[in-house]
């Protein structure tokens, strides 16, 4: 680091083990979380993705786009997403349990800030256009 630049969002959140704590919390919420799992779909796909696996690939997004040395190694957020019909008020749910999770770890208020925003960012890959109604799209 260059003694002119600010730490980035990954050394500021205390880096991979600090944000694998908060992301392991995180996923026991989004898995148990029967907002979510009212989905037909998500509960399907929370019963055939193993919670290790799924916390590893949010682990590796999440410190690569905090700026750790991390690569994300999973498939894009639309490909992941796309065929779960996620609803408005799920992803609201989702934020909910983000939030939770961000409080219960004392994440401090600027860098949970950032963290939102970067999850945000993901949203219109993640949220289907138009209720559940019909089959999914192709």
């Not at 509960?43 to 916390?55: L, Q």
């Not at 690939?57 to 957020?77: H, K, L, N």
């Not at 939770?100 to 770890?105: A, D, G």
Request: hydrophobic share 35%; with cysteine; net charge negative.
């Amino acid at each position: 680091m260059q003694p002119d630049q600010s730490p980035s969002l990954y050394d500021r959140l205390g880096g991979v083990y600090n944000i694998a704590v908060v992301v392991d919390d995180l996923i026991d919420r989004v898995m148990a979380d029967d907002r979510l799992n009212k989905n037909p779909a998500v509960d399907e796909a929370h019963h055939r993705v193993t919670p290790p696996g799924f916390k590893y690939f949010v682990t590796e997004m999440v410190c690569w786009a905090a700026g750790g040395p991390q690569q994300y190694s999973g498939r894009s957020m639309g490909d992941s997403h796309r065929h779960l019909r996620i609803t408005e008020d799920e992803w609201a749910a989702f934020m909910d349990d983000l939030h939770q999770s961000l409080t219960k770890f004392h994440v401090p208020a600027a860098e949970g800030r950032e963290l939102v925003t970067i999850v945000e960012s993901t949203k219109d890959a993640i949220v289907a256009a138009s209720p559940r109604s019909g089959p999914p799209p192709a």
